[in-house]
């Protein structure tokens, strides 16, 4: 079993055995979501994305690259776009891989402004 289908299963049996209390991840198929204050999102491509699943677990280290794409809700946004939007209050991250452990995918929440839409 790869790093990333091991920590996919350690957050889906984390999320299990605390159901009962408010937990800061879901894991969404092949995604983890967190908190943005329990990730650090490297600074440029190639990186590595600190992800922490839950707050008394370890990180887990992602690697990006520039295949990576980076979202805000469903908009492909420049990857210091997506910094701007997911240090804003309240935002969540959603890293997305494929079978191999790959990041595919990086999708802050929210709604992407107007004046940051593509013509």
């Known amino acids: 079993m790869n790093r990333i289908s091991s920590a996919v299963v350690f957050v889906a049996l984390a999320f299990t055995a605390t159901a009962a209390t408010s937990t800061p991840y879901r894991s969404l198929g092949e995604c983890l979501e967190v908190g943005i204050e329990l990730a650090s999102l490297p600074v440029s491509l190639p990186g590595q994305l600190a992800l922490t699943p839950c707050p008394d677990c370890a990180p887990v280290l992602l690697s990006l690259d520039r295949d990576t794409g980076f979202y805000v809700g ?22 997305c891989h494929d079978n191999n452990g790959r990041v595919t995918r990086v999708i802050v929440t929210g709604a992407l402004d107007a004046a940051d839409r593509n013509p």
């Open 74 to 95: 469903d908009h492909v946004v420049s990857m210091s776009l997506f910094r701007q939007y997911a240090q804003r209050d309240g935002r969540e991250i959603r890293v």
